[in-house]
């Protein structure tokens, strides 16, 4: 794997299809796919699987993804942050997830901001957006946290979308 970046308490890095058993444990939880894709939680490792394959072929040809989060202390991948084109788009779109046990400690904002900077100034990137669900309200409070402002309701992935902006200022 290659590091992309580190926060105060985090490293981002690339995945390896090793990382399918740790990544299943995380997306098997109805409370954390909510808002996510299908809304379905990860049912066999398949699925795990199949969202490596997709990352590992997406960093090669895009040099960005959704990348691996690791808490730092521990080791131990806790959550997903990077980025992706929305489907038969060419726009960038920011998005995250986290493990359940590790909610409320600030870890998505934390990694979220530090994707942020990297896609202004490494990717360089000149506008980011993020899709949430209506409902998602702790999601749009990391974005408004960040620096995002919303710019609107909208359909993606044939649902309504409560969609925020970021604009580079360098
Ligand atoms: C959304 C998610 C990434 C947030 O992760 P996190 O590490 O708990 O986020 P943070 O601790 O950095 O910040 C969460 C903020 O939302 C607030 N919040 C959490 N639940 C909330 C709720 N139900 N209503 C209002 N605010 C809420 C928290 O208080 C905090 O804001 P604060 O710092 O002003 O107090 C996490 O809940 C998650 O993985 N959800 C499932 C996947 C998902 O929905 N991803 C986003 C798709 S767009």
Redesign the pocket.
């Known amino acids: 794997m290659t590091k992309i970046l580190e926060t105060n308490r985090l490293i981002l890095q690339t995945w390896t299809l090793a990382d399918a058993e740790n990544l299943f444990e995380i997306c098997s939880d109805a409370e ?1 796919m ?3 894709g299908t809304g379905k939680p990860y049912k066999t490792l398949d699925e795990a699987e199949n969202f490596l394959n997709w990352a590992v072929a997406y960093q090669k040809e895009n040099g960005f993804c959704r990348w691996a989060v690791l808490e730092e202390s521990s080791g131990k991948i806790i ?1 997903s942050c990077g980025f992706a084109r929305p489907h038969g788009t060419k726009e960038i779109e920011l ?4 493990a359940r046990k ?9 990694a979220a901001g530090e994707c942020l900077k990297y896609g202004f100034k490494k990717l360089d990137f000149r506008e980011i957006i ?4 209506l409902e ?4 749009q ?2 974005l408004e ?1 960040i620096g995002f402002e919303k710019r609107g309701i909208e359909i993606y992935n044939n649902e309504e979308n409560l969609v925020y902006l970021a604009k580079s200022n360098i």
């Open positions: 954390v909510k808002y996510l959550g998005g995250y997830l986290f590790v909610w409320g400690k600030g870890f998505a904002t934390e993020a899709l949430t669900d998602n309200v702790a999601s409070r990391v946290k």
